[in-house]
């Protein structure tokens, strides 16, 4: 289909012609594999009345969709026969006048290519994945259009409603009356997706409704359909289907994904009709059609969705909104977020995702409707979470079950690399909560019933970090690295480098080593220019130096920033200056998502850290052993940011709220410095290993991985615990200790001993 859709593109049949185009087709398809049309009815249509060169197909077609159109009754008395025995459809699908599409003959063989194929036990998902295969990529980030996969929808619709739905079921089947009323209620049962695609989530959700309800008649209709089947006749099953497609609603922006989630409901309908025509032995097909999906082609964050389906008679919210950080929102998407987000401190911060929460919370208030999305877990994490779930919370919204971090997938070419979880919401305590852990992100969940799901998706109290400027327990303070803000001038690569000192040798003493992240994490030579106490007779010896100066100046007084352009009377300097005095602790602020331990280092204060970096100053062996634990390393994978999908670490979020060991001994506290000296002698053991080598989750030498179990177990131990079972669970245990440090205002650890100073560390 995406080959067929490039190749009438290429002919200049583009736009919304071609969608609808491409969705009529797809429903021929898939009719004449289904019992819809005759087998093979349409395949034949094309190859017996269309010649080989495809110059008659687009005319041939335009006459069929007219066909598909019109009523038996109401057709040409002479219309060629093969054309009057396609049944009438309806449903407004083949009623809108197209142009006439010019075919080739590879046009023509790429139709009849998608003929050959059968369609009739398709999962409904592969609409979706239509629709992302003939999407170009940059159409795909704009949209933030990643069609979920099956197996993701049945993640949110079963601790949604299915899996309680399946429970009801099994014990009401005993008696006929409650099975009867039960069968009812999921007649009342309403749908929305405000952010639909192409339905996969309305089409899913559909397909299993429809395998309930034929469970339900399997109970209530087996002795009839053993009395039928003695005389070999059929139940007429038309009656007993209650179960249909204007249940469910959705809105979606673009007109081709409405039209696809429209067409694929429908066939689900017809795919679910046929199994229990296979099941009660009288076939039927609700053709032509006549109840409709609700798909409504709009701005989900302009509408009022009360409007698309009254409030009093929706059940369920779900969906997939767009994966669209708040860096890259196009000035619609900013605009439409401002208006969902007025009235709500700090929005600016927000994903775009988190409007569709706003959207829902409003439409939940003094309701029983219960709502889940499928969201990138940038929401649950980092400086979002205190500004979005304020004010969820203040709502009266109480998550009731959660999928933690896992890596979302679909079944579509070009799919996106996204770290996802699912939350489900209501304005009501619902009870049990079940929080789904993975151990790994690409491997399968395990459930866990829980007393409370906070917004950081840990069985925790309802917490929220706030940005703090000072750590809550008495420990260093961590600072942000040093700004060139330079243009480049101030930084030397290891070219630029030892060509400038071979050229002017006295710029040697004004060299510095240069670290941000990567520089850090892999050994990667990099310097600046540090002159801040270089004299001015000495600077004008060195004209290159001077030239770099020069550009620094230049760079700054164009800059846009007002505060920037003050920075021009200054060239020689960094832009911020932080560089500690003392041999200082580096954390880098991104690091892959694949690493255990975030590595930190020991620098000398002769080596400049960048501003991609933190530093702690003077650190003690305790502190390095604290920082580099699983522990921390699990609060800080609850607690941070993300870029992309790697970790992107904070000072004010991450570090300022962690709870340290509360009050530990001066044997633990031996303990923690004696692993912390373990773990860089294990370094050392590699001296041409970067880090980056080292924690390398598939090459980490078991010498530091030992090392590193061995410390998690002494910092354990000053906690006073040595049994924890996930991470999940250490994280909950941090988030105890949190609200017991910040309950008073004042931290439990500076109220007894304070962690040890630092001994000198020989790695």
Known sequence: MGRLHDLMKETGYGGHALEVYLVRLLFCLFAEDTGIFQPQQFQDFIEQRTGEDGSDTGPQLAAFFQVLNTPEDRRFKHLDEQLAAFPFINGKLFEEPLPIAAFDAAMRQSLLDCCGLDWSRISPAIFGSLFQSIMDKQARRNLGAHYTSEQNILKLIKPLFLDSLREEFGKVKGTRKKLEEFHQKLRSLTFLDPACGCGNFLVIAYRELRLLELDILRVLHTSVRNEVEKVQQSLDVRGLIRLNV?????????????????????????????????????????????????????????????????????????????????????????????????????????????????????????????????????????????????????????????????????????????????????????????????????????????????????????????????????????????????????????????????????????????????????????????????????????????????????????????????????????????????????????????????????????????????????????????????????????????????????????????????????????????????????????PDSSLADLYDPLTMPPVLHEAHRALDKAVDAAYGRRDFKSEAERVAFLFDLYQKYTASLLPLAAKGKKPGRRKKADG
């Open 246 to 686: 204007d249940q469910f609603f959705g809105i979606e922006l673009e007109e081709f994904p409405a039209q696809i989630a429209q067409v694929a409901l429908w066939l689900t309908d017809h795919q679910m009709n046929q199994q229990v025509s296979e099941e009660f032995g009288l076939y039927f097909a609700r053709i032509p059609l006549k109840t409709s999906p609700n798909i409504i082609c709009g701005n989900a964050l302009r509408l009022d969705w009360n409007e698309v389906v009254p409030v009093e008679r929706l059940s369920y919210i779900m969906g997939n909104p767009p994966f669209v950080g708040k860096t890259y929102q196009n000035a619609e998407q900013r605009t439409d977020a401002a208006l969902v987000f007025a009235g709500i401190n700090n929005s600016g911060l927000l994903d775009f995702v988190a409007a569709w929460y706003v959207k829902a919370a409003q439409m939940l208030r003094n309701t029983a409707i219960r709502c889940a999305f499928v969201s990138t877990n940038s929401i649950c994490q980092g400086e979002q979470v205190s500004v979005l779930w304020n004010w969820l919370l203040s709502q009266g919204c109480r998550i009731f079950f959660a999928h933690r971090t896992f890596q979302w997938n679909n079944e579509g070419r070009g799919k996106a690399a996204v770290h996802c979880v699912i939350v489900g919401f209501a304005a009501e305590e619902v009870q049990p909560k079940w929080l789904f852990e993975y151990e790994d992100i690409k491997g399968e969940s395990h459930c866990i019933a829980v007393n409370n799901i906070n917004p950081y998706l840990v069985d925790a109290p309802n917490v929220l970090l706030c940005n703090r400027r000072v750590p809550i327990c008495s420990v260093p303070s961590m600072l942000y690295g040093s700004k060139p803000a330079d243009g480049g001038n101030l930084l030397l690569s290891a070219e630029e480098y030892k060509e400038l000192i071979h050229r002017e040798p006295d710029s040697t003493q004004w060299i510095r080593r240069f670290l941000n992240a990567d520089e850090f994490l892999y050994n990667t030579p990099r310097y600046c220019l540090w002159l801040v106490d270089c004299p001015p007779n000495l600077l004008n010896k060195m004209p290159l130096v001077k030239q770099r100066i020069e550009k620094v100046r230049d760079m700054r007084l164009v800059s846009t920033k007002a505060d920037t352009r003050e920075l021009a009377a200054t060239p020689t300097l960094f832009a911020e200056i932080r560089q500690c005095k003392t041999t200082y602790l580096l954390v880098p602020a991104h690091t892959s998502e694949n690493r255990i331990y975030i590595p930190v280092g020991y620098l000398s204060a002769d080596v400049v850290c960048g501003n991609a970096n933190f530093q702690v100053p003077d650190a003690t062996l305790f502190d390095f052993g604290i920082l580099t634990s699983l522990m921390h390393n699990a609060w800080m994978r609850t607690t941070c940011g993300r870029l992309e999908s790697r970790y992107r670490y904070s000072a004010s979020i991450v570090y300022n709220n962690f709870p340290w060991p509360p009050s530990p001994s001066d044997k633990q506290q031996q303990a923690v410095e004696a692993a912390a000296q373990a773990v860089l002698d294990a370094r050392a053991q590699f």
